[in-house]
């Protein structure tokens, strides 16, 4: 079983624009055609794709194309709009409908709106279960708890339908209604009706843990939204608080998400040093470094694996090469560019690759990713049997937090013999094995 939390293709974002200036032709000119979204979508790409040849294709000639054409809906010209973007052969510049966008939107932004709850399809008995209740959602005023069973959604039954596809049903416009039905414990079912509201999620996750006779924090990051800087601060903040001597931050299975909220994050673990290099088609060179506001100067250990991905990669690039941390697990994703999302005149939406970026070190980690300091692998069974159980991620099922709270524990006894060189200036460390 697997609670359905919805995923999107690694990305590092950056703000995109939801209305672009059209140069070649007037939007009136297509005025209630399915061309306008076409048109505009092609002069985004224009203006701001990060491969001045466009894959050698003559984008040009891809304009009068797609406008010489007439087509019979909307979804034709979506297809058609596609098909012309896959010339680019740019897995991450691609065409989102308005469902898509929206999706894209809502993950990015940290806020949905629903009633507060994550679900999962139990493999044997096929039923929709609540996994978790966020705290002072509408799911938890209406007395849903965890293992209540979803039977219906405004009288449809959910027999057929995937966890995701049942959570599609329970999202809507922030105030409006919607019917369960629910059973507990094979019990008689109830109908409730609640109101939805418009909620953060969560993408941060913390804990106290104790290694040999140490506290340490553990600290998983899920996605880098909008609202991830900020619940990072709180959970280092608290963990600080709580006397830990160092932290396991956890970005496996991270596939990345907004570039500035890895830059914010980056600049609470780093007091100075670059944390990742843009350059776009016009060549313009940016670094962008922290800013003396780290919140903790303790070691740290950082996991990642072959999903972690772009933002991911951009934070744990900048903490190895700033000698902040030592990488533990098995090589990242290897995706380094950088795209940014853009809304349609209907509805749909647009990620265009703007931009590459490297590591401090000046490292171009396309296609290979970041190879650990440290590795260790998981089996496929290991693999299956944490990610869909979340619960036992960090704990003593799960070997590749085990290892990384080694090294930590050798980090923090490095600190300890070196007092006078501080524990964010010791560098990596690379037990023995």
Do not use: C
């Not at 076409?38 to 794709?49: H, K, L, M």
């Not at 001597?245 to 907004?258: A, I, K, M």
């Not at 590459?356 to 990713?369: E, F, L, V």
């Amino acid at each position: 079983m697997r609670p359905s939390i919805l995923a999107f293709v690694p990305l590092a974002l950056v703000a995109g624009a939801a209305k672009t200036t059209l140069a070649a032709t007037p939007l009136a000119e297509f005025k209630d055609s399915p061309k306008v979204v076409i048109d505009e979508a092609w002069q985004i790409i224009d203006q701001e794709y990060v491969d001045g040849d466009f894959n050698h294709v003559d984008w040009q000639a891809v304009r009068q194309e797609l406008l010489g054409r007439e087509y019979s809906s909307q979804e034709a010209a979506y297809t058609a709009l596609r098909s012309a973007l896959r010339r680019l052969d740019d897995p991450y510049t691609r065409f989102l409908s308005p469902t898509e966008y929206a999706d894209l939107t809502d993950q990015t932004s940290g806020e949905i709106s629903g009633i507060g709850v994550q679900l999962e399809r139990n493999d044997q008995s096929g039923v929709v279960l609540v996994t978790s209740v966020t705290p002072g959602s509408p799911a938890e005023q209406s007395g849903i708890v965890v293992g209540d069973r979803i039977l219906l959604v405004d009288g449809q039954s959910t027999e057929r339908l995937t966890a995701e596809g049942v959570l599609q049903q329970l999202r809507g416009s922030e105030g409006s209604q919607v019917t369960l039905t629910v059973s507990r414990d094979s019990g008689a079912s109830r109908t409730v009706i609640l109101t939805r509201a418009l909620m953060d999620l969560p993408t941060v996750e913390y804990s106290q843990k104790t290694v040999g006779d140490r506290s340490i924090g553990y600290i998983r990051l899920i996605e880098f939204n909008a609202h991830a800087a900020a619940q990072m601060s709180a959970a280092i903040r608290s963990l600080s608080d709580a006397g830990v001597e160092g932290f396991v931050l956890d970005l496996r299975g991270n596939p990345g998400g907004l570039l500035m909220a890895s830059i914010d994050i980056g600049r609470m673990w780093l007091q100075h040093g670059a944390i990742v290099r843009t350059l776009d088609r016009s060549s313009n060179d940016e670094t962008i470094s922290a800013n003396r506001t780290a919140l903790t100067d303790l070691p740290l250990t950082v996991l990642v694996d072959g999903r972690s991905a772009s933002s991911s990669e951009i934070l744990t690039g900048a903490l190895r090469d700033n000698n902040r941390a030592t990488v533990v697990g098995t090589p990242t994703y290897g995706k380094a560019l950088v795209q940014s999302l853009h809304g349609l005149n209907d509805g749909s939406g647009l990620t265009v690759t703007v931009a590459h970026y490297y590591t401090p070190n000046g490292t171009d980690i396309s296609r290979r990713g970041i190879t650990p300091d440290v590795a260790i692998a998981l089996s496929d069974r290991q693999r299956r049997e944490l990610f869909s159980n979340p619960a036992l991620l960090g704990t003593e099922a799960d070997t590749q937090y085990l290892r990384a709270a080694e090294v930590l524990e050798q980090t923090i006894l490095a600190s300890e013999r070196q007092p006078e060189a501080g524990a964010s200036r010791l560098g990596r460390v690379t037990p023995a094995e």
